[in-house]
């Protein structure tokens, strides 16, 4: 089951007890505080099981018509059972009720790394489409791909 939670500090809790499981993909300090620092003040939408948070999702405002996928993350043992796709089945519906027209995520271009390759390839089976690729927007070590997919 997925939910919108709108209470910041359970925001806060639900994300840091989610990234920090998840430390080889959330291994710097200081961007997953960063991440679990600003869940509070964006849309964040909850994965339960049993009672238990699973996985979230956080969407960020990036302009008029627009929302960004900015972090998500799910429990290891929860992982490829579909947990993702739910939550970006809610995340697409909540944004289209909210009146947003385009949904966008940002991770590093395919063929850079195998994990990241199989994150694109979610995205990618989630109805997003490559938009652009920024080569040094993170660094040169790590091309930005920009996916981008219509909520109309």
Known sequence: MTVQI???EQKAKITRSI????REWFE???SREGYIRESADLTLIAAEDKGDHIGFLCLR???KETVELAVMGILKEYQHK????QLVEKAKELARAQGYSFMQVKTVKYGVYEDYDKTNLFYRSCGFKEFEVFPEYWDAAN???VY???LR
Do not use: A, K, N
């Open 6 to 8: 709108t209470d910041t």
């Open 19 to 22: 990234l920090e499981s998840l």
């Open 28 to 30: 710097v300090d200081e």
């Open 61 to 63: 405002e990036t302009g």
């Open 82 to 85: 579909g947990i993702g796709r």
């Open 143 to 145: 091309p930005c791909q």
């Open 148 to 150: 981008v997919m219509s």
